[in-house]
């Protein structure tokens, strides 16, 4: 099967693979879209993200979705000519914070495309059964694919709890932003607020709903917010944007007893933070972990039509241009690259 590589920092290579065998609780996955996410073009550029480093060649790609071509014997609910939306962490099942439900935090987790595990630039995946949701006909492969940031969106609103009615601040305007900005759409917020400090992410923010943007490189986050919401700030702010500025700004903008929800990974773990505003002002900062249980709920939302995902897709490729891909990913203004593989 064809399967693209990372075989060094800035090169693929496609490589013919042996199609994978699924085990008795497994599915196997003809993968038809994958997205490309900011880590994975992180581990393309530089090799590494933080302590995850690609010591060998690996295959990146953790945004997938597909169509089921061969069950094994103890699945059950899926069967060949389905098509599902692979969740891409499978935790231990074992540990101590899988048994109290939060699986997302398993230390012994298999991520597809953090090092050492394989993703989904491939064309079969074999994954267990019950980590593989089934699409409703209205709902595409590329949708599906795009269940995994919707997630990273669904859990940080949860992380904040947005409710009806909410104003909700989101700090940057990538694919997660703007995932964070449907999320908290559907969960209820009436105003959403989203900052960045690239004009055309703002313009596409607010092409897609959002009630005020904000250029953060020209106007001040705290004044602008303030004013909008009549002095009081946001209710709740999802930072999004890993950029130190923006995380410290966070404390500035929300409401006296309000919540942040940090997303956004700064590239530096120490960013300063005033510990006295989040006492005086009872602020609750929550971080937000990739996600749990969100898959039935994003397909949900999806085939409700209470979400637009596919809308951030700026382009679509091929395994074949994998690498002109990635390099047109990198450019600052977009947001959203696929590649799609045939069925
Ligand atoms: N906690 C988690 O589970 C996850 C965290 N992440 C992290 O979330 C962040 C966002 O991910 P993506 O949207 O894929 O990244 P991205 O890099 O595509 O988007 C970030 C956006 O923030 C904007 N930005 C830069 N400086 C800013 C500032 N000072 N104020 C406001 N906006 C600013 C950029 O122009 C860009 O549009 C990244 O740090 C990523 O590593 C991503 C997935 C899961
Ligand atoms: C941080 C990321 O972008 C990635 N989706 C992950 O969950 O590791």
Same mark, same amino acid.
Not at 14 to 43: F, K, N
Not at 107 to 131: C, I, L, N, Q
Not at 203 to 211: C, K, P, S
Not at 269 to 293: M, Q, T
């Given at each position: 099967?064809?399967t ?13 693979? &042996?199609?994978?065998?699924p085990g &008795? ?11 490309i ?17 690609v010591?060998?060649p ?10 089921v ?37 398993c ?14 630039f491939?064309?079969?995946?074999s ?8 699409? &409703? ?21 949860r ?13 940057g ?9 449907e ?29 005020l ?13 303030g ?17 130190? &500025? ?11 007893g ?20 989040v ?14 249980n969100?898959y ?11 979400v ?7 382009f ?12 047109r ?8 690259g696929?590649i799609?593989?045939?069925?």
């Amino acid at each position: 099967m064809r399967t693209a590589v990372l075989v060094e920092p800035t090169e693929f290579e496609l490589e013919d693979r &042996p199609r994978p065998t699924p085990g &008795p609780d497994d599915v196997l996955v003809a993968v038809r879209d994958v997205g490309i996410c900011g880590s994975d073009v992180h581990y393309y550029e530089h090799g590494r993200i933080g302590d995850y480093v690609v010591e060998d060649p690996l295959v990146l790609g953790h945004e997938s979705a597909g169509e089921v071509v061969a069950i094994g014997e103890n699945v059950t609910g899926l069967a060949p000519g389905d098509r599902v939306a692979l969740e891409p962490g499978v935790p231990c099942r074992r540990c101590a914070h899988c048994k109290r439900g939060d699986y997302h935090l398993c230390e012994d987790v298999r991520f597809m495309a953090t090092p050492p595990h394989d993703g989904a630039f491939t064309e079969y995946v074999s994954w267990p059964a019950d980590f593989a949701y089934r699409l &409703p006909d209205s709902v595409s492969t590329a949708e599906g694919a795009l269940c995994e940031p919707l997630s990273v969106g669904i859990h940080a609103c949860r992380r904040g709890n947005v409710g009806t009615g909410d104003t909700v601040l989101v700090t940057g305007a990538g694919p997660i932003g703007l995932m964070v900005l449907e999320a908290a759409r559907a969960a209820g917020a009436t105003d959403v607020i989203v900052t960045d400090v690239v004009a055309e992410k703002l313009d596409f923010a607010a092409e897609r709903g959002a009630d005020l943007t904000v250029d953060v490189t020209e106007t001040d986050l705290e004044a602008a917010v303030g004013e909008y919401t009549d002095g009081v700030g946001a209710d709740v702010v999802v930072e999004a944007s890993g950029a130190e &500025p923006s995380i410290r700004s966070t404390i500035d903008a929300v409401r006296r007893g309000g919540t942040v929800v940090l997303v956004g990974l700064a590239s530096e773990a120490e960013v300063p933070f005033d510990v006295l505003e989040v006492i005086d002002n009872e602020i609750d900062v929550h971080g937000s972990f990739r996600y749990k249980n969100t898959y039935d709920a994003a397909v949900d939302l999806l085939a409700d039509d209470e979400v637009d995902v596919e809308g951030i897709v700026d382009f679509e490729s091929s395994l074949e241009d994998i690498d002109d891909a990635f390099r047109r990913a990198m450019e600052p203004t977009v947001v959203k690259g696929m590649i799609s593989l045939d069925d």
